[in-house]
């Protein structure tokens, strides 16, 4: 297979025209799934560069265990579609190695969960590979998937990987929320030389947002790296990425009819992080609370509290609050699970708690 891909490669176009954006919903946009806009990225760069070829569990017969891959065994046949065994670290050495020799695989994984089996690979031979030959091999490979809770999956199949994965030196993480930020980000991933760990939600793959013309033109990606203003405010930085930026421009909307503007910041990327941005909204607001559904302990909110300390503590009016998920394993009961998981009103109270707009407890008594 990957000799033949090789062969194919050698005609296909190595430069392409990249034309990168970042840009808020034009008011001429169409509706897409998230699910869709997954879809059509890969069948785009699939059609653009033949080095391009997909791997994973129930890729092609069965179209994606979430259907994100549907219809492109039919167009690219199964030469590019390549349905694997259910053995995580055999597959992902396979994509890894054929990374080495210029071709540009999009390993999927059912689960990040299941992507543990195998992080040696991802980790020690994408990530590191590079640096450990003095820049002589890129690994230009995009490992995706859904992350994170999804509904009654319990503790093994919820997990959120963006601060594990965040962690390491030589991989791009990106965490899309929106249709936009799905398809562009994955046009990036794909293109991009390095390794990049594509984080997506389960909940939002049949979730519906506005694309414009832009997005959907075959040259369009997203840069890598930067962050987006979901929504602007003056008066305090909510920071979050993936389906709690949803929850955060939920929050944002309670908040405004008691008088607080919230500036909403969908970060996109989480390595690398969009520190610029990030230091500059705070330095505005003057307050900033971070919402994420992984562990509290070592997780990105707290690394962007420790950037804003680093950078721009001077600024501060009110002490940083950090909304995670609860430091425990993922309960099955689907009571224990909501409660394991920051909810709107979660947000509402920590922006409020930010603002010194909440009420004390015993006032509330």
Request: aromatic share 8%.
């Amino acid at each position: 297979m990957l000799k033949i891909l090789r062969q194919k490669a050698a005609a296909a176009p190595l430069l392409r025209t990249v034309v990168l954006s970042s840009r808020n919903y034009s008011a001429s946009a169409k509706e897409m799934t998230v699910r869709e806009a997954l879809n059509s990225a890969l069948d785009e760069e699939m059609s653009a560069d033949h080095r391009v070829f997909l791997m994973g569990e129930e890729v092609g017969e069965y179209q994606g265990a979430y259907k994100v891959t549907q219809g492109l065994l039919q167009k690219y046949g199964p030469e590019r579609v390549v349905d694997t065994p259910i053995t995580e670290a055999g597959f992902t050495g396979i994509g890894v190695g054929a990374a080495y020799y210029g071709l540009r695989p999009v390993v999927e994984f059912m689960t990040f969960n299941f992507a543990m089996q195998a992080i040696d690979n991802i980790i020690n031979s994408a990530a590191k590979t590079n640096y450990m030959s003095s820049g002589n091999i890129s690994v230009p490979i995009v490992f995706r998937g859904p992350n994170g809770a999804a509904a009654g999956v319990g503790a093994q199949h919820s997990q959120c990987y963006a601060a594990w994965y965040g962690a390491i030196p030589g991989l791009k993480v990106l965490t899309p929320y929106s249709s936009e930020d799905a398809h562009g980000l994955l046009k990036a991933a794909i293109r991009d030389p390095d390794p990049v760990v594509f984080l997506e939600n389960e909940l939002l793959y049949g979730e519906s947002f506005p694309v414009s013309e832009e997005v959907l033109d075959a040259g369009f990606s997203t840069p890598i790296g930067k962050a987006k203003i979901e929504k602007e405010g003056k008066d305090v930085s909510i920071v979050a990425f993936s389906k709690m930026v949803g929850f955060s421009l939920k929050a944002a909307e309670i908040l405004a009819k008691d008088g607080i503007d919230a500036e909403v910041i969908n970060l996109r990327s989480i390595r690398p992080l969009d520190r610029s941005m990030i230091n500059a909204s705070v330095r505005k607001t003057n307050r900033l609370v971070t919402v994420e559904e992984g562990f509290p302990q070592h997780g990105v909110g707290a690394e962007i509290c420790a950037l804003i300390v680093e950078d721009s503590f001077d600024y501060l009016d009110a002490p940083v609050e950090r909304i995670a998920g609860a430091d425990v394993p993922m309960p099955y009961a689907a009571n224990l699970e909501r409660m394991a998981l920051p909810q709107v009103e979660d947000i509402v109270r920590a922006t409020k708690r930010a603002c010194y707009r909440s009420i004390p407890m015993s006032a509330s008594t």
